[in-house]
């Protein structure tokens, strides 16, 4: 009786078991991996930093790996100066979409992964020993490529929420108050940890300066766009950028649905924005990519169709359009899609937009709103009798 009695309450215990098992892990998951949960954070307006993207880089669409110059100077060694070298590309890209300063990370992987030496780095693209705690160092996630290590690094910060209630999220342009801010959050037990990254911060910034690139604060000034020597620093431009494709440049630099807000334009517009400087001309719509105007020529501009097409305000790109015959064609508004080509812009004193045709064979009208939307093209064709319809012609 006895033996039974112990192997009933062995397996009420086995139930109790899974069935808690079966609950908490579900709502440990959903707290910890939810994506969205990210999108509602404010520390990136409130630090005026407009694009937070940390979606932006999947797809191989980093900034390739750059290459050591074989000089030695600002204070780091020559492993060092070619870790600098070789990661600052990604290191600044995410540093300007997650709003943490690119030096502050750089010198963490200098110090925490001995400059790209330790076995976690080689083996597995681990340079921060994301996943490894004390009693099981091993645990170290493995990463498919350096960009993907270097990622994790971010979105390990930027999930965690001690980091944002430590205030690390308040110094996008400060390399030091950061890493002051994730050392109160516990990310680091060493009492000297902040000194001594401080002395290679400090290189770091010096070599930044050598070449040339721009530093977290001028980044975070610039409302987390890249700038300068870093201009080039490109994450999933449009195959078609360069061809004179206007369809396929629009299709790639506006979403395919709506529900986006107005600074969250997707990737390729956001950088093709930066590519034609229209990330610092007119007003805040326009540098943000929600404005029907900024979309057009942006697009004109990026595919190389017509570079010299003027932003911003609709009414003087209908102007422009109207006024240069020999290079738009304008093309009689029947209300007929079956009159259009992929490509033709309609415009009217107001609006702006491109008429496109999908991968599916869709027709689509591909704009953004000035204050209401950024770029989509989501809605299907429309008759719209006020707007007139412009065609770029081809040389023979």
């Known amino acids: 009786m006895k033996t039974l009695k112990s192997l009933r309450i062995k397996i009420l215990l086995l139930a109790i078991s899974i069935l808690l098992s079966a609950i908490i892990t579900p709502l440990t998951f959903a707290t910890t991996s939810n994506p969205t949960t990210e999108k509602l954070l404010d520390f990136f307006s409130k630090n005026g930093i407009y694009y937070y993207n940390p979606d932006g880089l999947g797809n191989d669409c980093y900034a390739g790996l750059g290459s050591y110059d074989g000089t030695v100077s600002a204070g780091l060694s020559s492993l060092q100066a070619a870790f600098v070298d070789t990661y600052h590309d990604i290191a600044a890209q995410l540093g300007a979409e997650y709003g943490i300063p690119w030096e502050a990370v750089m010198a963490q992987g200098i110090l925490e992964s001995a400059s790209g030496t330790s076995r976690f780095a080689r083996e597995r693209n681990n340079f921060f020993g994301i996943g490894a705690v004390d009693n099981n160092p091993d645990a170290a996630k493995y990463y498919s490529s350096p960009a993907e290590g270097w990622k994790g690094y971010f979105e390990f910060i930027s999930n ?212 209401d939307r950024t770029a989509d093209h989501a809605r299907g064709y429309y008759a719209n009798s006020s707007m007139r319809i412009f065609r770029l012609r081809r040389a023979a």
Not at 320 to 345: C, K, R, V, W
């Open 160 to 371: 965690n929420p001690r980091y944002r209630q430590h205030g690390a999220f308040d110094h996008a342009g400060d390399p030091i108050g950061y890493i002051q801010a994730i050392k109160a959050a516990g990310y680091a037990t060493d009492p000297n940890y902040v000194s001594k990254l401080a002395g290679i911060i400090k290189a770091v910034q010096n070599r930044a300066a050598e070449k040339g690139w721009a530093s977290s604060g001028e980044i975070a000034e610039n409302n987390g766009l890249l700038t300068g020597s870093s201009s080039s620093l490109s994450a999933c431009p449009p195959t078609s950028a360069g061809n004179g494709d206007i369809n396929a440049t629009a299709l790639a630099l506006s979403w395919a649905e709506r529900g986006h807000a107005i600074d969250d334009p997707i990737e390729a517009y956001r950088q093709a924005l930066i590519a034609v400087d229209l990330n610092t001309y007119g007003d805040h719509y326009v540098q943000i990519g929600a404005s029907c105007d900024a979309f057009v020529a942006t697009v004109l501009r990026y595919s190389g169709a017509d570079p010299n097409v003027p932003c911003c305000g609709a009414n003087n790109m209908l102007n422009y359009f109207a006024s240069h015959p020999a290079l738009y064609e304008e093309i009689t508004n029947t209300g007929n899609p079956a009159n259009l080509q992929p490509g033709d812009i309609r415009a009217s004193p107001g609006h702006v937009e491109i008429y496109v045709v999908d991968n599916a064979g869709n027709g689509r009208i591909a704009s953004a709103s000035h204050g």
